[in-house]
T-cell receptor, first 112, second 114 residues
Framework: DTAVSQTPKYLVTQMGNDKSIKCEQNLGHDTMYWYKQDSKKFLKIMFSYNNKELIINETVPNRFSPKSPDKAHLNLHINSLELGDSAVYFC???????????FGPGTRLTVL | GNSVTQMEGPVTLSEEAFLTINCTYTATGYPSLFWYVQYPGEGLQLLLKATKADDKGSNKGFEATYRKETTSFHLEKGSVQVSDSAVYFCALSEVTSGTYKYIFGTGTRLKVLA
């Protein structure tokens, strides 16, 4: 049983395209996150939802839009993809906003 | 404000060597402290944690003690293995006056040679 799953695992696309990454957790957690990890492994928080409510919205381009249809899902939509968006994107969930986070396997996005 | 500072890597050790990865933090209250590990091609996973001063977290031979007086949470292992090669992240979480913070350090890459 996969606790936090993401699809797709790899995403290769052209500049200017729009793409989505899906995330699902089956742990019954209230809080979910999206992170971006660059090639130097630096982890940057992008968004966080608690009980479907957006609670963290860091300074990211508004081309990035999260959507939480229910507590178990948090999707990330990216419009007008740019070269600098190439990175690994991680979804995570946690029981509370200060507890252990459980990460998905990541989605490697490559923009050509 | 809150922050987490880790030693820069990469750290390269021979198998069975002693490991220390330093982590210091700044916080306004009483944070919980975590070490996460990221193996190649995978997401981060919890290695150990401590929720109050003087607590020791331990797992898989790794240990870290929450030192409030030195605001540190250094990761140690007595004898590393090749399979410990990974990136290690120190993190803190805190809620102060209704504001929640969860901050990761920049990660330290460990490479263990056979």
């Amino acid at each position: 049983d996969t606790a936090v799953s993401q699809t797709p695992k790899y995403l290769v696309t052209q500049m200017g395209n729009d793409k989505s990454i899906k995330c699902e957790q089956n742990l019954g957690h209230d809080t979910m996150y999206w992170y971006k990890q660059d090639s130097k492994k630096f982890l940057k928080i992008m968004f966080s939802y608690n009980n479907k409510e957006l609670i963290i919205n860091e300074t990211v381009p508004n081309r990035f839009s999260p959507k939480s249809p229910d507590k178990a899902h948090l999707n990330l939509h990216i419009n007008s993809l740019e070269l600098g968006d190439s990175a690994v994107y991680f979804c995570a969930s946690s029981p509370t906003r200060t507890d252990t986070q459980y990460f998905g396997p990541g989605t490697r996005l490559t923009v050509l | 404000g809150n922050s987490v500072t880790q030693m820069e890597g990469p750290v390269t050790l021979s198998e069975e060597a002693f490991l220390t990865i330093n982590c210091t933090y700044t916080a306004t209250g009483y944070p919980s402290l975590f070490w996460y590990v990221q193996y190649p091609g995978e997401g981060l996973q919890l290695l150990l944690k401590a929720t109050k001063a003087d607590d020791k977290g331990s797992n898989k031979g790794f240990e870290a003690t929450y030192r409030k007086e030195t605001t540190s949470f250094h990761l140690e292992k007595g004898s590393v293995q090749v399979s410990d090669s990974a990136v290690y992240f120190c993190a803190l979480s805190e809620v102060t006056s209704g504001t929640y913070k969860y901050i990761f350090g920049t990660g330290t890459r460990l490479k263990v040679l056979a």
